[in-house]
C-alpha cells in the first residue's frame, strides 16, 4: 500500500516565505538601534522557551535521549549561531532586500554539502530549479555589483551566514531525532544561542533600552515571536519531509518577499529585475514541488501480490 504524502509542506513553505521575508526589513529596523548581540539573545530566549513552553502545554515530553545531543548541537551550530550571528552583523552594512538575497544562496551550499556528505542524487529536475533560482538572485545582484565589489564586508558576512545555515539543514537530514520538532527547534535554540548569550554579556551588558524607539521595538517583537517561533518550528518540519536540497530550494522565494516588502516600507527600489526575478523562482518552486507531486498523482498503484 503506499504511503499517504505529507502534504503540510507547501502550506509550511507559504507561510515562511511570508513571514521569514518580512523578518528581514524588520531585522534592518531592530539592528538600526539594538545591538546585534542584545537582539539575537532576545530573538533566541523568546523563541527557545517559547518553542519549549508550546511542547510542554501540548503535552509533549521535553527531554532529548543522549545519543542525539551531540547532531543536535551540531546541526545547532548551523542553523542557530552561525546564522543569527553573521546574518544580523551583515544586515548592518548591506540593504535589507539585498542582504537577504545573498543569504538565500543557501540553496547552493545546501545543495554541494548534500552531495559530499549525504551522497545525495543531484537529479535533472533538482539542478534547473536550483539553476532557475540562482539566475533570479544574481538578477537582484547585478545592479548592485559595484556596491558589493567596493564593500564586500557585509555581502560576505551574509554569504557566511547562508552556509552556516545549509550546513545545519543538511545535518538534521544527515542525523536521526526522534524528539518532536518543536522540542528539538526550541533545544537548538537555546543551546546555539550559548555563544551569543556569552558575546552579549560581555559586549552588551551595559545596554540602556530607553532611547530605543517604539518602532524598533516593534520590529525587535515580531522577529523573536513569529519567526523565531512559527518559522522555526516549519521550517525543522519542511526539512523532515523534503530532501535536503528540495527543501532548500523551496526558501528561494523568501528573498523576492523581502525586496517587494523592503520597497513597500523602507522605500527600497523595486522594477522589472524584481519582478523577472519573482517568475524564475516560482518556476524553481513549480519544478522541486509541483511537479513532483502531480507525477505522484499519476503513477499508477502497484499490483497486489
Partial sequence: MRETPDRSGPWLLAG?????GLNFVTIKYSVEEVPIWTFRTICLLTGGFGLLGIAKALGL??????????PLV???????????????WGLQYVPASRGTILAYTMPLFAAVISVLWLRQKMTGLIMTA???????????????????????????????????WAFGTVALKRYRFTVPTAVLAGWQMLVGGIPVFIGWALIDIDFDPRPISHVAW???????????????????RIVAIYP?????????????????AAALLKDEPIGLSEILSLGLVLTSLALVLIVPALKNRTAPLPEPE
Fill in 218 to 236: 516593534m520590529a525587535v517583537a515580531y522577529s523573536a515571536i513569529v519567526p523565531m517561533i512559527f518559522c522555526h518550528w516549519a521550517w525543522f
Fill in 74 to 88: 551540531i546541526a545547532a551550530i548551523g542553523n542557530i549561531t552561525g546564522w543569527h550571528i553573521f546574518s544580523a
Fill in 16 to 20: 515562511i516565505t511570508l513571514f521569514w
Fill in 61 to 70: 515530553s521535553l527531554r532529548v535521549p543522549r545519543a542525539e545531543w551531540r
Fill in 244 to 260: 535536503a536540497a528540495v527543501a532548500a530550494i523551496g526558501t528561494l522565494a523568501i528573498p523576492v518577499v523581502s525586496v517587494i
Fill in 130 to 164: 536550483l539553476a532557475s533560482g540562482l539566475v533570479a538572485l544574481a538578477i537582484l545582484l547585478v545592479p548592485i555589483r559595484d556596491e558589493i565589489v567596493a564593500h564586500p564586508f557585509g555581502p560576505m558576512l551574509m554569504l557566511l551566514a547562508a552556509a552556516f
